[in-house]
């Protein structure tokens, strides 16, 4: 059965920075310690349904992939007018744009001033994810938040629960930010851990129920389940409920099924779930159309994710 979903567009206004507080912008953020916040889960359902979409773009710039007409240029021009030109093709389609923060380590200083640079391009209208998969202890957690947060002005971060729970306590008290958890990844090896046995079920359930409980506490909790392991959505949201999220790599290149993660993924307004896609529309084309070529793939992959929601089908 086709679960509904509401169509209605929420109102937005244009740009803004990070912390845009402006009287009438529907995603106010507020800084860490700040008094009066929205919960992350609320934030991201109003961006879900005032974008009308669930697609997340995955800005992750492989020198060795960068279109043809950019590689002449000296490595950080050619860094950000490719990640500049993306984002403006991409942005009238996507929900949220998620960062592998390895990805910019090769371009050295570069990188990493572009990747500070990014979500005040971005804007608070979208969600602005920084792919971490982070997990230490919780003193070393807080540094890991602080930067993300506080300095580089993203709204979440993924972890990896690998660690224990307690690692999470930094984040519980700061609701406006979130944490994904990667419970399934979308790689190979995952079955290696993730399917191991449990009293409550194979490693990656538990991890899914213990996120239910985390963000049912605290507002800001979600979970990473990789679309190439499709049997899982399903059982995921049935065990998440509604409004908690699930943030799905592995679309595109990686060969994942969109039907099933959008059927299977939403919740029963149709959201809760962002459809990450990142080689597959960055580098749609090699050429001089390289902009227009990620445009229209985003373009075709939010439609095709809509009308699968609404209980349609592609041909």
């Not at 580098?283 to 229209?296: I, M």
Request: proline fraction near 7%.
């Amino acid at each position: 059965m086709t679960r509904p979903f509401d169509k209605k567009l929420g109102r937005l206004v244009g740009g803004g920075s990070s912390g845009d507080a402006r009287p009438g912008n529907p995603f106010p953020s507020a800084p860490l310690g700040g008094a009066v916040a929205q919960r992350f889960i609320d934030r991201m359902d109003r961006v879900l349904k005032a974008r009308d979409s669930l697609l997340c773009v995955g800005l992750d710039p492989d020198p060795a992939l960068l279109p043809k007409p950019l590689r002449g240029l000296p490595a950080s021009r050619r860094l950000d007018r490719f990640l500049d030109g993306i984002v403006d093709a991409t942005a009238p389609h996507a929900a949220a744009f998620k960062m592998q923060l390895a990805t910019y380590l090769p371009y050295g200083e570069s990188g990493i001033r572009a990747l500070i640079r990014l979500p005040k391009k971005i804007g608070n209208t979208r969600l602005r994810i920084l792919d971490l998969k982070a997990n230490d202890i919780p003193n070393t957690m807080r540094f890991f938040r602080d930067a993300a947060f506080r300095e580089m002005g993203f709204d979440a971060i993924t972890v990896s629960p690998w660690l224990g729970w307690e690692t999470l306590e930094p984040f519980h008290a700061d609701s406006a930010h979130g944490v994904f958890v990667v419970a399934h990844s979308s790689n190979p090896g995952a079955v290696d851990f993730q399917e191991i046995p449990t009293p409550r079920g194979p490693l990656w359930l538990a991890v899914i129920g213990e996120v239910r409980r985390l963000a049912h506490a605290h507002g800001n909790v979600g979970a990473v389940v990789g679309a190439t392991f499709s049997d899982a959505f399903r059982v995921a949201r049935t065990t998440l409920g509604n409004t908690v999220p699930l943030l799905v790599p592995g679309i595109g290149a990686q060969g994942g099924t969109l039907a099933t993660v959008v059927r299977e993924g939403v919740d029963a307004d149709g959201r809760a779930l962002l459809v990450n896609a990142s080689r597959s529309i960055i580098y749609a084309s090699a050429g001089k159309d390289w902009k227009a070529a990620a445009g229209a793939e985003a373009a075709r992959l939010k439609t095709q994710i809509n009308q699968l929601r609404s209980g349609l089908r592609t041909s």
